[in-house]
C-alpha cells in the first residue's frame, strides 16, 4: 500500500445490509489486523449511516480480539440516537461471528462557539532537517535489528520523521515523550472532513503507545515486550488539510501493571490543534524460556 488512494479504497467498506458493512485488511508489518486500520474503518461504517451532515467529534473504542489479516471484518452499525445537535453510533467489528472491536462515536453539527487551545512547541526541529523511515532505512538498514528493520521495509501511504531519534542499539532509559512529524506521500484531491478524519483515525494509532517503552528502554523493547492496543480514543476539533507535515506530539504520564498508557496532541505546522488522542496499551514483558 503505497499511496493515500490505496489507503482510502481499504477504509471505504461495501455495503452487505443495512446498517452492516465488510472490509478487509492489510498488514503494516504485524502478524495481526493494525489498530489503526479497524478503528478507521469502524469511523467509515459509522459516517455511512449520518444523513444529516453532521461530523464526528469524538470516539471511544476497546480492542477485545487480535484480528486476522485473511479474513474480511464485518462491522455492524447501531444508530443509538439523533438528537437535536449530536447524533451517536456504536459500531462492532467482528470476523467469523466473533467481536474483535467496538467503537462508540459521536457527530455534532455545525456551530459557533468560544475557542482556545494549547500551543504547539515551536523549538522542535523541523522536518527538512530530519531522516524519514524511509531514509533510516536505506542509511542504517544493514545494522538495525531484524525486528526494526522489517517493520521499516513494509511500504506505507505516509512518511514519518521522528524529532527524537532513538538508536535501536544503545540500551539506556528515555525522557516520557516523543515527538513525530508526518504527511501522506501522496496527495488526496477535494477530500471531505469526513474523509480527512478517517485518514487521521488511521494514523493516531503509529507511534503512540511505542512511547511508553521509552522510560524503560534500558531493558524493555518490542523483542521481549507483548505490546498491544486494549483502548483507543480520540476528539477532533478543527478543520485541517494534509497538503503540509503535521505534528504528533506525544508523552505517557503512566506504565503500571503491565500497562501503558501515552495521550497526544496533532497538530497543523502552522500550529493549529486538529485532534488529541488517549491510548492505554498492554506492555507486560515477555518471560524467558529456560533450557
Request: charged share 20%.
Amino acid at each position: 500500500m503505497k499511496s493515500a488512494n490505496e489507503l482510502l479504497e481499504l477504509l471505504d467498506l461495501k455495503i452487505i445490509a443495512p446498517s452492516q458493512f465488510e472490509g478487509i485488511s492489510k498488514t503494516i508489518g504485524s502478524p495481526h489486523v493494525f489498530g489503526g486500520q479497524v478503528l478507521a474503518q469502524s469511523v467509515n461504517a459509522a459516517y455511512k449511516t449520518i444523513t444529516n451532515g453532521r461530523i464526528l467529534h469524538s470516539l471511544h473504542a476497546y480492542f477485545l480480539e487480535a484480528g486476522d489479516l485473511k479474513i474480511p471484518i464485518v462491522f455492524e452499525v447501531n444508530e443509538v440516537r439523533d438528537g437535536g445537535s449530536f447524533s451517536t453510533r456504536r459500531v462492532l467489528a467482528s470476523q467469523n461471528g466473533k467481536a474483535i472491536f467496538i467503537l462508540a462515536a459521536s457527530f455534532h453539527k455545525a456551530e459557533e462557539g468560544h475557542d482556545h487551545q494549547i500551543e504547539m512547541n515551536t523549538n522542535l526541529k523541523q522536518p527538512e532537517e530530519l531522516l524519514s523511515w524511509t531514509e533510516m532505512l536505506a542509511r542504517y538498514g544493514s545494522v538495525l535489528p531484524k525486528i526494526t528493520k522489517h517493520f521499516l521495509e513494509i511500504e506505507r501511504p505516509i512518511e514519518f520523521k521522528p524529532v527524537e531519534v532513538i538508536n535501536p542499539l544503545k540500551q539506556e532509559n528515555l525522557p516520557p515523550y516523543s515527538n513525530i512529524w508526518f504527511k501522506l506521500k501522496t496527495p488526496i484531491a477535494d477530500a471531505d472532513l469526513a474523509t480527512k478524519q478517517q485518514i487521521l483515525t488511521y494514523i493516531s494509532d503509529y507511534n503512540i503507545l511505542a512511547a511508553a517503552l521509552l522510560p524503560h528502554a534500558s531493558e524493555a523493547h518490542f523483542g521481549n515486550t507483548q505490546m498491544a492496543s486494549l483502548d483507543h480514543s480520540m476528539w477532533f476539533f478543527r478543520d485541517f488539510d494534509y497538503d503540509d507535515w503535521m505534528l504528533y506530539s506525544i508523552e505517557t504520564p503512566n506504565a503500571s501493571s503491565a500497562r501503558g498508557f501515552a495521550k497526544g496532541n496533532i497538530f497543523s505546522r502552522d500550529g493549529k490543534l486538529i485532534a488529541c488522542v488517549a491510548q492505554e496499551g498492554l506492555m507486560r514483558p515477555m518471560v524467558k524460556k529456560q533450557d
